[in-house]
């Protein structure tokens, strides 16, 4: 409890003896209480450093009954992770995710001097620019600046799935149908029918095809609205849908009378992949919703993109989920510079990663397990092939500073990665990490590989 010592004293006679046992004991309660909070803090403090310096080991085998569990990027050795900030001699490669990007000096820049209005009255000059932007490059009529890629994806459901008890049909591995709540029942009242995500992030047609309902208005079933794809493929380690697949969804759903909807979180780092303009892909869609703040390296903001009608329902749909910011243009102005200037430069992550992945295949002793033609954008999934070490591990070894590690390498490194899907592990490049932190994740690497082999042999 916080009292404004001064505002209560004003009301109370200083002549009044009530008034001097009243501040005798306030003075005591504040006394105490800073007594407390000082003592409170102090344990915690104590006990943080006590569960940091008892090291990953421990965490890493807390979590080893789980390894069993359906998960996909949750982070079991999380209280085992350092912080990101260190000493000098130590480096952190921060290979968790895209998301951790942070802006550029120039960026910063372009947000601080962003001429801004009121865009919930359509009145922000640099958020209209962002649209027409994106919308031209995208190949569609106009796009919409919305806070995340979740409420992107969120308003496409709704707009695309207007009646209450209306279906779309979705990949059982997309993030759309993982990580995003299940919005699309929890608010929009849209039930979401599953066929099975493949390697390559596509789905089997006839799958598909034996998922539409046939039978509206029939009282039984709901009925079929929207197809949705995602490119590149998240779980599946960054796969690009190939050209020939969304041409032929979008037959099918042409046929049906279906929709398709893109969540494109990643749709930039397809197009560099295929060598396309991201229009070219899109031409199979009738909406996308591409992230900015990825690789893209824009703190905030996701593009949505369609027909004008759309946009105008999406824009009514942005505003009652409370994504009507009013001076977004401070955010659009680094959206205008993702979409400008860091697209060519995702080709250096995939080159990364690919770098990384074949490190992985070369290492001696052979740890890893890991299918090149797999890798194809910036996203790295691989499994560990000695049984008797898991990702959780892994991952734990990885992010701490081994004993020898700064005399064999000369510092320490950590480098941070999550456990995956189906016992592999996810490592993710993006423009806070060089061709030399890829480097430094290498000898890192090795080093962990050197260190378990040591230690295998001994326990022999």
């Known amino acids: 409890m916080i009292i404004d010592c001064e505002r209560t004293r004003s009301k109370f006679n200083t002549n009044n003896i009530i008034e001097h046992s009243f501040w005798s004991c306030i003075m005591s309660l504040k006394t105490l209480s800073r007594g407390v909070l000082f003592k409170l803090f102090k344990h915690s403090v104590s006990s943080s450093e006590k569960s940091f310096r008892a090291g990953q080991p421990a965490a890493a085998a807390a979590v080893q009954g789980r390894s069993s569990m359906r998960w996909y990027y949750n982070n079991p050795v999380k209280d085992g992770y350092p912080a990101t900030g260190q000493a000098a001699h130590v480096q952190v490669v921060d290979l968790r995710s895209d998301t951790v990007t942070k802006p550029g000096p120039a960026m910063r820049q372009a947000m601080a001097e962003a001429e801004v209005g009121d865009d919930v009255m359509g009145e922000d000059p640099t958020v209209n620019e962002l649209q027409n932007i994106a919308a031209d490059m995208f190949g569609m009529e106009a796009a919409l600046f919305v ?204 080159h990364n990663a690919r770098t990384f992945a074949q490190a992985l295949l070369n290492c001696d002793p052979p740890l890893f397990d890991v299918d090149l033609t797999t890798v194809e954008t910036n996203i790295l999934r691989f499994r560990l092939q000695e049984p008797s070490l898991s990702p959780p591990e892994f991952c734990a070894r990885m992010g701490q500073v081994g004993d020898g590690e700064e005399a064999a390498l000369g510092q320490g490194i950590k480098v941070l990665m999550y456990p995956h899907y189906s016992n592999s592990v996810r490592a993710v490049w993006h423009l806070g990490i060089s061709p030399e932190d890829t480097q430094l994740a290498i000898r890192k690497m090795q080093f962990v590989a050197s260190q378990y082999l040591k230690e295998k042999l001994r326990a022999q």
């Open 147 to 350: 806070p995340t890629g979740t409420m992107s994806n969120l308003i496409a459901v709704m707009v695309h799935c207007r009646e209450r008890g209306d279906e779309m049909i979705v990949g059982d591995l997309s993030h759309l149908h993982i990580y995003e709540q299940g919005g699309s029942a929890q608010l929009a009242g849209v039930h979401a029918t599953t066929v099975t995500t493949l390697p390559d992030g596509t789905f089997d047609l006839d799958q598909m095809e034996s998922k539409i309902r046939h039978g509206y208005p029939d009282p039984h079933y709901p009925r079929s609205r929207l197809v949705c794809v995602e490119n590149t493929h998240n779980i599946q380690g960054g796969r690009v849908l190939p050209l020939t697949f969304l041409q032929k969804v979008r037959a099918m759903a042409d046929k049906y009378g279906l929709l398709v909807h893109m969540d494109g979180a990643r749709l930039m780092n397809a197009a560099v992949a295929q060598g396309v303009p991201p229009s070219t892909i899109l031409q199979h869609t009738h909406t996308v919703s591409v992230c900015l703040s990825k690789g893209l390296g824009a703190p905030v903001g996701t593009m949505l993109a369609g027909p004008k009608d759309f946009i105008s329902r999406a824009l009514r749909c942005r505003k009652a989920l409370g994504g009507g910011m009013r001076q977004a243009g401070v955010l659009a102005a680094a959206g205008k510079l993702s979409l400008l200037e860091m697209v060519g430069r995702l080709e250096e992550d995939h």
